[in-house]
């Protein structure tokens, strides 16, 4: 695609569900981030693949969190049991090729915004 | 461990200035620095990349300069218009620890007023 992808843009939770965000990243792009923004703050970073390889998780906050990419296209960030702290825009970023692991230039999608009540 | 600061935290000018972002860091072991644009409710545009062994880059109105040893890059913006406003952020990727994460500054938010 022209962009990166992400649906849903907006979504409330009860707590205790536990909800999916989906990110397309643009076509060809071999990296896939995943990062964490709460109001007033920079993004924190959650998670990272090469293609369908997660080769750094270190950021993601529990156990209740887990991210895929089972084709090397498409991620999936699921968080179960969802907590109100848990509330926060998921952005999503993909990378033509990085070196060494080191990515280049990061195309952000414009986020999911998850709020659990 | 780097740090990542953004000054001012908040800019206000008429429209037709040309006006200058700072981002300072603290580790000047780096791979590359980026600046990026957030409009409220968005995502993050990417504006410029400037890799280690790179000076600057320019697109458009902006000109992006980076000068490792001193830590520090300047986002220049050239005549600047209502459509800019918005909140830029830098992040730049470490070559020690984990070079795969953005440290990023906390961004600062302008407003160009017609």
């Known amino acids: 695609g022209a962009g990166v992808s992400q649906s849903p843009r907006y979504k409330v939770a009860k707590r205790g569900q536990d909800v999916a965000l989906r990110c397309d990243p643009i076509s060809g792009h071999v990296s896939l981030f995943w990062y964490q923004q709460a109001l007033g703050q920079g993004p924190e970073f959650l998670t990272y693949?090469?293609?369908?390889?997660?080769?750094?998780k270190s950021g993601l906050p529990s156990d209740r969190f887990f991210a895929e990419r089972p084709e090397g296209s498409v991620s999936t960030l699921k968080i179960q049991r969802t907590q109100q702290e848990d509330s926060a825009v998921y952005l999503c970023a993909s990378s033509n090729g990085t070196l060494a692991g080191v990515p280049g230039e990061l195309f952000f999608g414009e986020g999911s915004r998850l709020t659990v009540l | 461990k780097q740090e990542v600061t953004q000054i001012p935290a908040a800019l206000s000018v008429p429209e037709g200035e040309n006006l200058v972002l700072n981002c300072s860091f603290t580790d000047s072991a780096i791979y590359n620095l980026q600046w990026f644009r957030q409009d409220p409710g968005k995502g993050l545009t990417s504006l410029l990349l400037?890799?280690?062994s790179q000076r600057e880059q320019t697109s458009g109105r902006l000109n992006a300069s980076l000068d490792k040893s001193s830590g520090r890059s300047t986002l220049y913006i050239a005549a600047s218009q209502p459509g800019d406003s918005a909140t830029y952020l830098c992040a730049v990727v470490n070559r020690t620890g984990n070079n795969r994460k953005l440290i990023w500054g906390l961004g600062t938010s302008l407003a160009v007023n017609p």
């Open positions: 693949f090469q293609n369908e390889a997660q080769l750094d």
């Open positions: 400037i890799q280690s």
